[in-house]
């Protein structure tokens, strides 16, 4: 299943249309977000390659981590490494975008102790 076709998945399970569903994907840092014609376009497979913002918009507006909408099957360990770093990361200035980058770096920090703790529950799995 390519990215666009997750998309229109997870926003159909969720009840979502494609303006509904771009009405999510607004953030501090991009307070227009995405509309729902280019959704469109990504889920028919005329967006070949959205941009790592993009899948983070889509996958904030679907409430799912952006590693449910990118195939990290094929993806070098180093490479899916940073993606949950870059995760983090996106969470926190959306979700937090008053700290202080000292604050942030904490936050950071203690959602990683947790991930390490429960490295299993959150290791991507291998389709077999």
């Known amino acids: 299943m390519n990215f666009g076709e997750k998309v229109k998945l997870l926003r159909e399970k969720k009840g979502l249309s494609p303006e509904r569903l771009a009405m999510f994907t607004t953030s501090e840092k991009d307070p227009d977000g995405l509309t729902g014609g280019y959704i ?3 889920e028919s497979g005329a967006v070949k390659s959205p941009t790592l913002d993009t899948a983070n918009a889509l996958a904030r507006g679907l409430g799912v981590p952006v590693s449910a909408l990118i195939d990290t099957e094929e ?3 180093k490479i899916v490494k940073d993606m949950g770093s870059l995760a983090i990361k996106s969470f926190i200035e959306n979700e937090y975008p008053g700290l202080d980058n ?3 770096e904490w936050v950071k920090r203690s959602i990683q102790m947790v991930r390490e703790r429960h490295k299993e ?8």
């Open 75 to 77: 993806l070098p360990d």
């Open 102 to 104: 000292e604050e942030k």
């Open 121 to 128: 529950k959150y290791q991507v799995e291998k389709r077999k």
């Open 40 to 42: 469109r376009k990504i």
